[in-house]
């Protein structure tokens, strides 16, 4: 069967399945269909809105029966009111914009008035009472600071009021964090500098991050395993250190420290070593951190014996510490000085252990000397370290720069 040609039927012709009773109701429904779409509203020539082919503007066209057409009845329509007089949207019937055809100004150039202009205004209007209703309901719940609806460009209820919000949510949560990460408080995250713009988004990374710091802190509650360093970064990160840290109650030890520290610059001197290369810390115990430890090369630790023990503050200082820094300094060496009324053997033992515990290199037998205070006020009293005490506490600490300089295994 060869191909249909299709030009031997002449132009396209409609073929009417349903016979003259089908056409009828074909050009009838075109006809409700002109109605209903036909009206004041329809484009002029000189309107951009007016496209060619169209069959020319409504004042040519013959007028069109008065018998209301299957949808004007349906909708209940006066006759002879074209499309823009019926309901432009549902949003309309829903916002009660609806009104009279002939109050309603109708300009399809124009679309900051008329339907859709009206309809958006009514629309804010409506979002407005949304949020003052939510903005309410949570002023009831007392909870202002979870929640804070935001609409740009309708009115915001107070980006500064969340900001502040959320610093103060912030600032409660870290004063509840006992230890040295309460230092790590809010102010890192909303900065009183910047201005901060609290969005959806910043919302959820400060929530993430806050629910990180929540399990870290069930995990470590006392801070134990804090080895991030707290406060203003090391000097000399690069150079080798010598880390000192001491603590007294009535000087001495102090002033063993600060011979342990002479000694250590003098010894660096005589041999030449630059000041980049070797750096020398000398932190009281209080203020000696974890980071502190895993970043020096050698370790001096001067205490006072105190019931038989180190001082409380040095031991605050181990107990702080030593299992953050467990294992990370096996092999680094380290040497004690303590002094003490009669004794000092006590404290000396103590430190030792510890420094076992670290696997630290034990460089010399721990320096004990006693300041022969036995009575409450001479051991009340002001101490001041001899002639001979500084020097040994000199030679202990130049033995230790030398050491670490010349980088004896
Ligand atoms: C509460 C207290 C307890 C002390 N217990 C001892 C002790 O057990 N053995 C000892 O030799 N000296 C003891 N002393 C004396 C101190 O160790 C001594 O005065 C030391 O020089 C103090 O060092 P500092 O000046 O650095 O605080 C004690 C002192 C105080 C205040």
């Known amino acids: 069967m060869g191909e249909k040609d299709v030009s031997a039927h002449g132009p ?38 007016y496209w060619p082919g169209w069959d020319g503007p409504a004042h040519d066209r013959p007028q069109r029966s008065s018998r209301p057409s299957s949808a004007r009845a349906r909708q209940s329509k006066p006759p002879g009111v074209g499309r ?11 916002l009660g914009n609806r009104q009279e055809p002939e109050s309603r100004p109708v300009d399809h150039n124009d679309f900051r008035n008329g339907t859709t202009g009206q309809a958006t205004s009514q629309m804010a209007d409506c979002v407005k009472g949304v949020l003052s209703r939510i903005n309410e309901a949570l002023t009831k719940l007392d909870q202002p ?42 102010r890192g995250h909303v900065g009183a500098k910047s201005p901060v713009l609290v969005t959806p988004r910043s919302k959820m990374m400060w929530r993430a991050a806050r629910s ?29 250190r010598l880390l000192i840290v001491w603590h007294s109650r009535t000087g001495m030890a102090k002033q063993m420290a600060e011979a342990l ?9 005589d041999m030449e070593a630059a ?27 001067c205490a006072p014996e105190n019931l ?16 953050g820094a467990l294992g990370r300094l096996n092999g680094r060496p380290v040497a004690l000085a303590v002094c003490g009324g009669s004794d000092g053997e006590g404290a000396a033992n103590q430190m030792a252990r510890i420094c076992r515990g670290w696997r630290l290199k034990n460089l010399a037998v721990p ?43």
């Not at 016979?19 to 951009?48: H, I, K, N, V, Y």
């Not at 929640?147 to 915001?156: A, L, R």
């Not at 990180?212 to 080798?240: N, V």
Request: charged residues 20%.
């Open 12 to 49: 396209f012709q409609p073929q009417w399945r349903y016979g003259s009773a089908g056409r009828e109701r074909f050009l009838r429904a075109s006809q409700e269909f002109a109605e209903f779409d036909d009206g004041e509203g329809l484009p002029a020539p000189d309107d951009p809105w």
């Open 84 to 94: 823009a007089a019926g309901p432009a949207f549902v949003g309309d019937e829903v």
């Open 145 to 186: 600071q979870d929640w804070e609806p935001v609409m740009p460009g309708i009115g915001t209820p107070g980006t500064a009021r969340a900001q502040q919000a959320e610093v103060q949510s912030a600032e409660a949560f870290a004063s509840t964090r006992p230890g040295p990460g309460s230092r790590l408080s809010a």
């Open 212 to 240: 990180m710091r929540f399990f870290a802190h069930a995990a470590d509650p006392a801070g134990l395993l804090q080895t991030r360093r707290l406060g203003p970064p090391l000097e000399k990160p690069d150079a080798m």
């Open 261 to 269: 520290y002479t000694g250590a610059l003098k010894a660096m001197q």
């Open 275 to 301: 000041e980049t290369d070797f750096a020398i810390d000398m932190l009281r115990a209080q203020d000696a951190q974890v980071s502190d430890l895993l970043s020096a090369h050698g370790f001096l630790f």
């Open 308 to 323: 038989a023990s180190m001082s409380g503050e040095m031991k605050e200082f181990f107990d702080r510490c030593y299992y």
């Open 367 to 409: 320096l004990i000397l006693r300041s022969g205070a036995q009575t409450p006020e001479a051991v009340a009293a002001a101490k001041v370290l001899d002639t001979s005490g500084t020097e040994k506490c000199m030679d202990l600490g130049g033995l230790m720069a030398a050491h670490m300089l010349l980088g004896v295994p």
